[in-house]
């Protein structure tokens, strides 16, 4: 016998009185649960990840706790009785609307495990109930240390930003300053050449009291203007000399500035990330691949099944290896499956093709929409293999399987495997996603987008686990109920096995007597 679980009282009280003055949401709301199917108004309090009701508002101590650390928290949109017969459609349609009129604002508080209570809540308003929805998806100790990695890697990132900038800030400082001590000296040779030009321009004496005027004054069959008409062609040469060694000094820095800048970018863990980010998304595109040629073996398969359909038409046919509605339940949509995936990888190709700037995120908004047929092929997963089980017993049917089992293309691997192949592929974008996200920088172009994305995904994961959950309940409730009137049966036929073995042993004995 498994004991009780103890737990402090006086710590909860505790908690319960912090919670009165120190919480994130508060109020009356009307509880249900499966043990008792009337609904109650209680004063909720929401205190971290603790749900405290009372009787009233003026309670000090709790009625109860709900932990509401990995709950799901989920709106209804017709609250059903959890234990209770169902609302009879009589009594008029005042009645009626009455109760739709109760049946609103309602959202349920439920876990993943078995055998866990599992409470309704009602509210008075849409804006209340949608408040609350929100608070008590929220209220996690998860999310929260989520939110600070998210924070701490953001701070880092930022931290790592300035760093890069303040190295570059100095290597500026230190090319402007040599730049300018550059231009200085460039300054001083250039008044230099000024100050000799315009001594080779200045006048020369010819004679006593008179000057010659300046180059362009002199006329050209003087012959005293010659020399500084070749002076000045030569200083013109020398200048056109200098500015061919600065210009080639000029490109010679800026190319090795670009190198340091392109170094420091590949050193940089920016770069790292964006590293890590692409090999994710390469190898992403790779795993599509992959996937898209399983899903052609299986469509594949689903065409030569196809064939079977003379087998069952033709009339010297006693014995047809299975119908067409039992193909139907087995492949269900894997050919949708298989065209949505082909667009997906043409889309990740497409992208490949502007490398390196990869924007994954409007490809992610267009496939979120088309995903609703995985939860038809989820739901129908655990029916088509037990449909396939059934077909099995056959033997015609079992030796079509044999032989398209046995091709090359399938490799070894059996129907079951590609039929479960597709259920393991929304986990694989949801991780992808994960690691994108851990890898793409907070103020990028799509991380709003990707956030969304893997959000969508995981409420689509999450409704396909709990659907897929729900189904193998009842069927596990059917097999025993199937049982006990199995066992019932049994019971009631061995009391007349007994009565007729016991009149045949006693008919042999006066015989022999």
């Known amino acids: 016998m498994q004991r009780s679980v103890r737990v402090n009282e006086h710590q909860l009280i505790m908690l319960s009185d912090r919670a009165q003055y120190d919480h994130s949401m508060h109020g009356y709301l ?18 971290q990840n603790l749900l405290f009701y009372y009787e009233s508002e003026q309670s000090s101590r709790p009625s109860g706790l709900i932990f509401l650390e990995g709950c799901y928290c989920e709106r209804l949109v017709s609250a059903p009785s959890l234990s209770g017969p169902p609302i009879s459609s009589g009594g008029g349609q005042g009645s009626k609307a009455i109760k739709e009129e109760k049946l609103q604002h309602c959202f349920t508080i439920c876990y993943r495990r078995e055998n866990q209570r599992q409470y309704e809540l009602r509210a008075s308003t849409e804006s209340e109930c949608s408040a609350w929805i929100i608070a008590i998806r929220e209220a996690s100790f998860n999310k929260l240390l989520l939110q600070k990695e998210e924070l701490e890697q953001k701070h880092v990132h930022l931290l790592q930003v300035v760093e890069s900038e303040k190295t570059a800030k100095w290597q500026y400082t230190q090319q402007c300053e040599e730049l300018a001590s550059e231009i200085r000296k460039l300054r ?23 000057f010659s005027m300046p180059g362009e004054m002199l006329s050209h069959d003087d012959p005293a203007s010659l020399p500084g008409l070749c002076a000045s062609v030569s200083d013109s040469i020398e200048l056109r000399k200098i500015k061919k060694v600065q210009s080639f000094f000029r490109g010679w820095l800026c190319r090795r500035r670009w190198k340091q800048i392109v170094e420091e970018y590949i050193r940089s863990p920016h770069a790292e990330s964006m590293r890590k980010r692409n090999h994710l998304v390469f190898s992403m595109v790779e795993a599509e691949e992959e996937y898209l040629e399983q899903l052609e073996v299986l469509r594949r398969l689903v065409l030569v099944a196809c064939f079977l359909r003379p087998f069952k038409m033709a009339a010297s046919s006693k014995r047809p290896p299975c119908s067409h509605e039992d193909v139907n339940s087995i492949f269900l949509n894997s050919e949708t499956v ?40 989820v739901r129908n997963h655990h029916y088509s293999l037990q449909v396939l089980t059934e077909c099995k017993s056959n033997t015609n049917f079992a030796t079509v399987l044999k032989r398209l089992e046995a091709k090359p293309t399938c490799q070894g ?19 992808t996603l994960h690691e994108l996200l851990a890898h793409t920088p907070h103020d990028h172009v799509e991380r709003k987008s990707l956030q969304n994305a893997r959000q969508q995904l995981e409420d689509l994961s999450r409704q396909c686990t709990t659907k897929c959950r729900k189904r193998k309940i009842c069927a596990k409730s059917r097999r025993r109920a199937h049982d006990r009137r199995g066992v019932r049966h049994s019971a009631r036929r061995e009391p007349s096995v007994c009565a007729t073995r016991k009149s045949r042993a006693s008919s042999t004995r006066t015989r022999r007597d």
């Open 188 to 210: 001083a040779e250039i008044c230099v050449l000024r100050k000799e030009t315009r001594s080779s321009y200045s006048a020369t004496p010819v004679g006593r009291g008179s």
């Open 338 to 377: 298989l065209f949505l995936h082909q667009i997906f990888l043409k889309g990740l190709t497409s992208r490949l093709e502007s490398w390196p700037t990869l924007v994954l995120g409007d490809l992610f908004d267009m496939l979120l929409p088309m995903l609703s047929i995985y939860q038809e092929y």
């Open 413 to 431: 691997r059996s129907l079951e495997t590609f039929l479960t192949y597709p259920m393991h592929q929304i986990p694989r974008y949801i991780i």
């Open 30 to 47: 009307h509880k249900r649960t499966a043990d008792n199917n009337k609904w109650q108004m209680r004063w909720f309090v929401l205190y």
